[in-house]
């Protein structure tokens, strides 16, 4: 039986690609086991966001190519590499990778995995020969709700998928160029997978795609324009979604990730303020603030826009907590675009925020453009951003002393409440004998910088200890 090996790298979409991979691994009846030094095949799936994402990708293939030579008895081991990477620079990579790589597999071939393995069992490659390529253009494939998939997440929380690829023009990512257009899944589709999961136990349902606003845009006959208010009477879209996700019976939070500002709309606010399922969170990247960058990232946006929309949510979801993040350093930026953007971090007072350095990215319109800003300017910009950020994080973690909060064990002695996303945000620190994968009311007693401490309701520290020596 063949042993099959998984790194994954990237972000939750490539995470649920590695965990399509696996399904259908499994389905095939290869065994996957977790150590790469012991299997007959491996499989990196790779990140190309930036230049730092690609390093660790070509770092993760020498490695295993390096262990394969140390163990003789695996001289014969088979590296196929997969995810965003391969679909982008295959080519290139076939002569620069050529001794160490027997395949690339593009985004569409996830579900062919188990056959591809095959097909380079059943070749002979020769020394000379290029590692065989199975990427056939532009990726167009979205997952439904029966792929065959196997979770890598711990049982209490889930990705899906709702839509793949982008139709942005931001000046600054590649991801629509390796990702394609955005073709979103059906209402239906989702709601099937997500009762599933429901069903199996999981009590966070995180909905992700490169632009989960525009769910169901792509269907509609007439594509909008950034700003055509989101109309769920046309069908699929993700106010739609959100009401039936909402109406599905059990304790879970519904978690929405990757919304673009430009398609918000007052319909999803007050939708998102009528489903109690949906966590008071909102994934809202911005980049930037200042009307020149803005139009030079072609962000589709304004300042006076995102200001608007921002005061529109907090009035229209009270306790929202919003995620941002910001690029600074991108080409042309001033001084003035900066102290801009702190000025806005200052008045916002973001709970969670996370600031970018600018990477230019071979392949992309802001690489070619004038005035890139040097690497120690990009740094001073980054430190001077995330220290203003660090004060107002303590600001608000300092605001939810005393108050009590549902979060999910996360793990022994970790928790999240619903202002905290899986693998980005603050964690609560809690009483280490809490069942993980459960919710519990908890009471904030004090906090750490991003991060917040607690104990369950109704007990005091001094009760807790008396409880823990009795056990
Ligand atoms: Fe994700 Fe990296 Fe691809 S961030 S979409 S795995 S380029």
């Not at 002979?124 to 890598?152: C, H, M, Q, V, W």
């Not at 619903?418 to 919710?439: M, S």
Request: hydrophobic share 40%; net charge neutral; glycine share 6%.
């Amino acid at each position: 039986m063949i042993k099959v090996s998984l790194i994954s790298l990237g972000c939750a979409k490539n995470l649920v690609d590695s965990e399509i991979m696996i399904g259908h691994l499994h389905q095939a009846g290869m065994t996957v086991i977790p150590d790469a030094e012991k299997a007959d095949v491996v499989i990196v799936n790779t990140c190309s966001f930036i230049d730092s994402s690609k390093a660790e990708s070509i770092g993760h293939i020498l490695e295993v190519h390096q262990n394969k030579g140390m163990k003789k008895r695996r001289k014969e081991q088979k590296l196929i590499v997969a995810g965003c990477m391969s679909q982008r620079f295959s080519k290139d990579l076939s002569n620069s990778l050529h001794d160490e790589v027997d395949a690339f597999i593009g985004l569409d071939q996830v579900t062919k995995v188990a056959p591809i393995i095959e097909a380079i069992y059943a070749k002979e490659r020769g020394k000379k020969e290029a590692p065989i390529n199975f990427i056939e253009g532009k990726s167009t494939y979205i997952p439904d709700y029966d792929t065959p998939r196997f979770r890598l997440t711990p049982k209490h929380f889930a990705y899906i998928k709702i839509a793949e690829g982008c139709n942005h023009p931001c000046t600054f990512c590649i991801i629509p160029q390796i990702r394609g257009r955005h073709r979103s899944r059906t209402v239906d589709s989702v709601v099937q997978e997500a009762r599933r999961l429901v069903a199996e136990g999981v009590k966070e349902i995180n909905l992700i795609s490169q632009d989960t606003t525009f769910f169901g845009m792509d269907t509609w006959e007439q594509r909008p324009n950034p700003r055509t208010p989101v109309d769920s009477s046309r069908g699929t879209a993700l106010t739609t979604l959100l009401r039936e996700l909402n109406a599905i019976p059990g304790d879970f939070w519904i978690r929405l990730l990757y919304t673009h500002p430009a398609h918000w709309s007052d319909e999803l606010i007050r939708t998102i303020a009528e489903c109690p399922k949906v966590a008071r969170y909102i994934d809202i990247p911005l980049q930037h603030i200042s009307d020149a960058m803005l139009t030079r990232m072609q962000r589709e946006t304004s300042g006076d826009y995102i200001r608007d929309l921002l005061k529109r949510i907090r009035a229209g979801i009270p306790g929202i907590a919003i995620r941002t993040t910001f690029i600074v350093g991108f080409p042309g930026e001033t001084d003035a675009d900066v102290a801009e953007l702190c000025g806005f971090i200052r008045e916002t007072k973001f709970e969670r925020l996370g600031v970018f350095r600018y990477s230019q990215e071979e392949g992309t319109r802001g690489a070619k453009m004038e005035n890139q800003i040097p690497a120690k300017v990009k740094e001073a910009r980054w430190h001077q951003t995330m220290a203003l950020q660090q004060q107002i994080a303590a600001e608000v973690s300092k605001s939810h002393v005393g108050r009590t909060l549902k979060v999910l064990v996360e793990e022994p002695g970790v928790a999240r409440g619903e202002a905290d996303a899986p693998d980005i945000d603050g964690r609560v620190y809690v009483p280490r004998e809490l069942a993980v994968g459960e919710f519990v009311n908890v009471a904030i007693t004090g906090f750490q910088d991003y991060d917040l401490l607690a104990l369950p309701e109704g007990q005091k520290p001094a009760e807790y200890k008396v409880a823990r020596r009795a056990q």
